[in-house]
Each structure stands twice: as C-alpha cells, then as structure tokens.
C-alpha cells in the first residue's frame, strides 16, 4: 500500500483505524475481557469468588490452579477496570448513533419543510432553532435528560435535541438558496409537485453538506453523552460507562488510583479523536471543492 | 382556432420600491405548429410573458388580467391540479442556463424516469431507458449520456438534454425562453438547427423568446416585438423584417450587425423607461426618432395595417 500523502489522507487513515479499535471492542469486547463488569465477584467454577479492589493495571489474582490478569487493573469495587471499559464503549457508541441519526433525520426534515414553504411556519421554527442553537448543546442534555431520566433511547433523544438546530439551520440554508435554482423551476414547469420537487430535486442536493456534519455530531455526541453520565444523568448504575467511571476515578485519583479514571477518559479522547479525524479525512477526500489543484 | 391565446394580459410585480408594470394589456395567438418569436429588450416583458402563460410567476407577480386561451381553456383560471397536469404534458418550457437547470445529483436517466412517474406514464426502468435514449438521439446526443450525470457533459449538450426533457411528453407548445444566450454562436447555430428539425419531426407549436432578431429570423413564422411590456409590432417574420413598421422594430433591426453590411450599427439612444413610472403616450417615445406631441400625451392603439398589426400613430 502506499503511503498516504495528503492531510486529508493521513486523517482518514488515523481516523479509521482509531475507530475501527472503538467499534471492534465495542462488538467484541465481551469475548475478549472475561472480568467482573458489573459485580465485585468473579466466578470460578462457578464459585464467587470476591476481587481485591483497587489493584493496580496488570495485577493478578490466583484462584485455586487458576490466574485471572488484571490487564488495566480493578476499581475502587474490586470490577475489571478493562472489561468495564469495553462494555462501555457498546453505550457510548449505541447513544451517540441514535442521537445523531435522530437529530439528523428531524433536523433535515424541518429544515426542508421551513425552507420550502417559508411564511410564518418558517419564521416560527427559525426562532425555536435558534433560540435552542444559542444555548450550549450540554445545557439543553442536561435539561432534558433530567426531565426524560435515564436509560438509552432517553439520553440519546435528550442529545438528539441539543444537536437538531445545526441541522436544521444547515439544511434550511442549502434549501433557500436551491428553491431558486432553475433546475427546481425546471421539474415545476416539468408538472412536479411540491413533495416530489423537495425530496428528488432539493433534498439530495443538501446531502453533501450534511454528510460532512455526520461524524462532527457524532464526535460531539460521545463526549456530550460523556458529559451527561459524569453528572450521573447518564445510564443507571452499575451498567458500564465511560463518563461515569471517569468521575468515580477522579475521586480517588489523588490518592494515587490514577488508572480507574485515567483509562475511561483516554477512550473518550481516542474515539472522538477517530470520528473527527474519519469525517474530516472523508469529506476533504469525497469533497471536490477542497480539493486541491 | 389558434392553439394558444393570449388576451390583454396584464401582470405587474410588487416590489420594495414600488409596483413596476411588466405586462401592460399583451396579446398574442399562436397556431398550431407554428413558431412565433417573442423579441425585446431585457425588461420589456418577454419572460414574464412565459411564465405567466405557465403559471410560475414569482410570489410577488400579480395577474391583473386577461386570459391565456389554451385549447380553448382559460389557464388562468384552472386549478393547481389541472395546471400540473398541463405542464410538462401539454406546454414545456425550457430556460436560459443549460448550466443550472439540470439538477447537478441526477442522472440524465433519472430526470427524464421523474418526469415520465410525475405524469402516471408507468413504464418500467427498461422502457423509459429506452424512450429516453431515442428522444436523447433525436436531439443529438448519445445514448450512453443518459448514465452521466450533468457536470459530465457540455453546456450545448445539456442544452439539448434540456429539450428533450421539454420534449419527452410530445407536448403541444415549448416555450424556449432564451435557450440560446448562455451557449457560444457555433452551439447556439446548432441549437437553432435542432428546433427547426424538432418543429418538423414533432409538429410542435414553439414559443421562442429571445432578444436576437437573426435568430427570430432563422426560426420564427411570426414575431412579436415588444417594447416596455406592450407589443408595438406583430406580423409575418419576413414582412416585419423586410419592411418594419414600427421605430423601435427600425430601430432594433438597425442595431443588428450583418455580414457584408456596409451600414454602420445604429445603436437606440437612452434607456428603456422606469417601468414604475412608465412614459405617458406611446412608450417609445422618449427615444424615438420621430416622436411628437400627440405620441407624448396619446397612447397608441395597436391597429391593423394590412396583415399586421403595429402600435404607432404614424406608420
């Protein structure tokens, strides 16, 4: 294979194979950390048999004839820092795909519907988005994911909503300016309807633009998520996750536990780093225009 | 009975500063078959003349008043439904910038399948691959470019993409508005050429909006000079070019350049008028030539003078 060249290149290349590790583990990530997720015991034989909290990375424990490692170590309960880790990112990604799927498809949707029709509807919706656009996407979360509670598909929505305005305001802007291209006059005078004239002649011209908004959202949807779990308005406790294991670790960071909050928030890191490497890679590789001559 | 009547068609435009008149009483036949060439100034009112006969005005366009007779049928009056039933199927149009009215994330296929599904043709991908590609041929272009997306191709040959989606219907009248500005003078001949064949090939009645008398010339059975949304000339295209009647048809005959020609162009001196506030008397009298007193205060009746018809007091 030959080396990548351009910067677009190379963040493709360090952005895919960043996330291809988050989505790998993800997927697999049970078959490979055999530890205590969610209990402080492992079972041996099918005996429980209780971990020593606050191990150290690579420590390990012997069971009768068998050696469990502890390759990132054990928390302040005595669960696989590790297979917490892996369990967690299954959440994180699941919440941040919903959300932006979600917010997506509404966002394009209303953004169509206020562009094309214009008049008061328009006016209307223009103010809500905006109004929503000015107030930080975490506040809107944390308002709504106190109000919805916790549990997967309300901490997405609660996301989603944060994230509806950028679309919205997008996709309403591409559409002011193409309802006046003569291509769109062109499938009027062609006897084309107002559905048909939104969703074949405007619509697929938006998807360039929203595509490159795609792994910005969802970037910003891991780190919201981990926002909101830090506060504990994530997921109920004990299950898996990475915000909440950061703010766990940080109480017992300064008495020297480093590990049980430093990993989580390296994942944090690693994957929002991959998505937005992926996306810009992608869009400077798929776009023509930032293509240089 | 002509295949579209226009009658005393009056649209103006409300605008920030003011309500400007674009068509001030215009009428108009066209028969079946035939080719009439719509020629004036920008602002005179020649493509506001199209789209309304469509019914695409923009929001803030008013019909005053009048009628568009197609078939008998007053447009004007019919409902949106009917209206949509009626373009693309029985009146096409097709406009100026081959550039953009092509939908750029479209196939060529993908256009002329929309088109035939809008109006209930229910072919299959087979068929109206195959309808597509025989109507492409007929207008010059390959087969194969029904699978190239628009950016692939040349401004002639979107051009002629474009009619022959105008065309995929077999409709009654195209409306050409200015199809040939935007494209280079070889294309623009070719052009020319192709509507000449499509007018024979396909017996369909064409509408040609432009501002070029030598293309009216080329095509044009009849030709409507209008001038500050009136008609001041209508006739026979030879007749009106041989021997114009009206200043301003002097006039813009006198402005086009030919070749061998030992004249020099006269260009028209001033502006055309602020349509807010147009001229009283005939329109054309602040740049006319032989403008007097009864033309400042008297507006001119467009009367019939032998075979045509001309607004002027003095021809």
């Given at each position: 294979m030959r080396r990548p060249k351009t910067f677009g290149e190379w963040s493709l290349l360090t952005g895919g194979v960043l996330t291809g590790i988050v989505v790998v583990l993800a997927v697999f990530g049970q078959y490979l950390a055999q530890g205590n997720v969610t209990s402080s015991y492992i079972y041996v034989d099918s005996r429980p048999v209780e971990v020593p909290p606050l191990l150290p990375p690579l420590s390990q424990v012997k069971v009768g004839e068998e050696t469990r490692v502890f390759y990132l170590g054990t928390d302040q309960l005595g669960r696989d820092v590790l297979g917490r880790l892996l369990a967690g990112a299954r959440f994180v990604l699941a919440v941040a795909l919903l959300s932006t799927l979600i917010s997506g498809i509404v966002g394009t949707l209303l953004g169509l519907i206020s562009g094309y029709t214009g008049g008061l509807l328009d006016r209307a919706l223009s103010v809500t988005m905006d109004s929503l656009y000015s107030l930080p996407g975490l506040i809107i979360a944390i308002a709504l994911a106190a109000l919805l509670g916790t549990g997967l598909w309300n901490i997405s929505m609660a996301i989603a909503v944060a994230y509806i305005p950028s679309y919205f305001r997008m996709v309403r802007g591409n559409v002011l300016s193409l309802k006046n291209m003569p291509f769109v006059e062109a499938a009027r005078i062609s006897g084309a309807g107002p559905l048909s004239i939104t969703v074949r002649q405007i619509l697929p011209n938006t998807f360039p633009s929203i595509a490159s908004l795609l792994p910005i959202t969802f970037a910003d949807a891991i780190i919201t998520e981990a926002g909101l779990s830090f506060l504990g308005l994530g997921i109920e406790p004990p299950t898996p996750d990475w915000g909440f294991d950061l703010n766990k670790g940080r109480q017992f960071f300064l008495a020297g536990y480093w590990w049980i909050g430093v990993f989580p928030g390296l994942a944090i890191v690693v994957s929002v780093l991959g998505f937005l490497l992926l996306g810009e890679g992608l869009n400077e590789i798929l776009n023509p225009k930032r293509w240089e001559i | 009975m002509s295949l579209l009547e226009v009658r005393d068609l009056k649209v103006s435009y409300t605008t920030r500063r003011g309500r400007i008149e674009a068509l001030s009483g215009v009428s108009l036949a066209l028969g079946e078959g035939e080719v009439v060439g719509v020629v004036g100034e920008s602002g005179s009112g020649k493509s506001t003349l199209g789209q309304a006969i469509l019914r695409l005005l923009p929001r803030y366009a008013h019909i005053e008043g009048g009628e568009v007779l197609f078939q008998g049928r007053n447009l004007l009056e019919l409902e949106e439904d009917e209206m949509r039933e009626i373009r693309g199927r029985e009146i096409a149009m097709v406009f100026q910038d081959p550039y953009s009215s092509l939908n750029p994330v479209m196939r060529i296929i993908d256009h002329f399948s929309e088109l035939y599904e809008e109006h209930g043709a229910g072919y299959t991908r087979e068929e109206a691959a195959k309808l597509a590609g025989d109507i492409l041929e007929k207008m010059g272009v390959p087969r194969e470019k029904l699978l190239e997306y628009p950016h692939q191709m040349s401004g002639g040959q979107r051009q002629r993409v474009a009619i022959a989606l105008g065309l995929a219907l077999n409709p009654r009248l195209l409306i050409a508005d200015e199809?040939?500005?935007?494209?280079d003078a070889l294309v623009e001949a070719q052009i020319v050429d192709l509507l000449k064949e499509v007018r024979h090939t396909f017996k369909t009645s064409i509408l040609f909006i432009t501002h070029n008398m030598g293309l009216v010339a080329q095509l044009a059975d009849k030709v409507t000079v209008m001038y500050a949304g009136k008609i001041v000339e209508f006739g026979n295209t030879r007749d009106v070019i041989s021997s114009p009647l009206h200043p301003y048809t002097k006039a813009l005959l006198a402005s086009v350049p030919r070749i061998g020609g030992s004249k020099e162009l006269q260009p028209i001196p001033g502006d055309p008028p602020d349509m807010r506030s147009p001229p009283p008397g005939c329109r054309f009298h602040p740049r006319c030539p032989l403008a007097t007193e009864k033309c400042r205060s008297e507006e001119p009746p467009l009367k019939l003078k032998g075979d045509r018809l001309v607004a002027c007091h003095y021809a």
């Open positions: - | 199809i040939t500005t935007a494209l």
